[in-house]
């Protein structure tokens, strides 16, 4: 089956500092691959996202290369602030109208300043 | 914007109580959710629903069942509440005119004493 390995947390970072959050997968086909922030007392957003290999997703600064070699997604920020405090989930969708979602167990990242 | 609400964000019920935890939507999304999220083990499907009246069991259905009458509201009921069903509940909703992302509600952390 489906499943997101992500890197155990907590992460804690000075602010500036580079951030990198590992992400593999295990899936059959080309699943459609996620990056999900959740911040204190909140649902889950969306953050960026990558639909086929090679593709690179990015916002507010944040990017992920949908590795297909690899079957890795790494979440990578030049330099945090101390608002990126939150949790971060990957998680991928198969391919084929397949509605479902599978999440990691989520990375809590902490920036001080 | 896509709005998901959730009826509580805190509910705190006593064992062997039936529990009913409500999700609205306004997109029209065919598609909606329900996760339990819990230290360490990330999200969890417990059910979703592609339409009205039609749903489907996720990953962890035991103890849970679900209604959909109408195209914008989801429910989760807990049948009889125990106390391992303590948890922060997430809905969760997906369309075609979105790209099938999920966009989610603010979640419910219930307690079962």
């Known amino acids: 089956g489906n499943s997101v390995t992500q890197m155990e947390g907590p992460v804690t970072l000075s602010e500036e500092a580079f951030l990198t959050i590992n992400c593999t997968y295990t899936?059959?086909?080309?699943?459609?691959l996620f990056w999900y922030v959740q911040y204190p007392g909140e649902g889950l957003q969306l953050l960026l996202k990558?639909?086929?290999?090679?593709d690179k997703g990015s916002n507010k600064g944040f990017e992920a290369t949908y590795r297909k070699e690899t079957t890795s997604f790494h979440l990578e920020k030049g330099s945090v602030q101390v608002s990126d405090s939150a949790v971060y989930f990957c998680?991928?969708?198969?391919?084929?109208?397949?509605?479902?979602?599978?999440f990691g167990t989520g990375t809590k990242l902490q920036v001080i300043p | 914007d896509v709005k998901v609400t959730q009826s509580s964000r805190y509910l705190v019920k006593r064992t062997g109580e039936k529990v009913f935890l409500e999700c609205v939507q306004d997109?029209?999304?065919?598609?909606m959710f329900w996760y339990r999220q819990d230290p360490g083990l990330g999200l969890r499907l417990i059910y979703f629903?592609?339409?009205?009246?039609?749903?489907e069991k996720g990953d962890i259905p035991e103890g849970y069942s679900v209604s959909r009458e109408k195209k914008e509201r989801f429910s989760l009921i807990l049948e009889s509440a125990s106390t391992n069903q303590t948890s922060m509940y997430l809905c969760?909703?997906?369309?075609?005119?979105?790209?099938?992302?999920?966009?989610f509600g603010p979640g419910t952390r219930l307690t079962v004493t």
């Open positions: 998680a991928l969708r198969k391919s084929g109208g397949y509605q479902k979602v599978t």
């Open positions: 990558a639909t086929k290999a090679d």
């Open positions: 969760a909703s997906s369309g075609q005119v979105d790209g099938y992302e999920q966009y």
């Open positions: 899936a059959t086909g080309y699943p459609s």
């Open positions: 997109m029209d999304h065919e598609n």
């Open positions: 629903s592609y339409d009205v009246k039609m749903k």
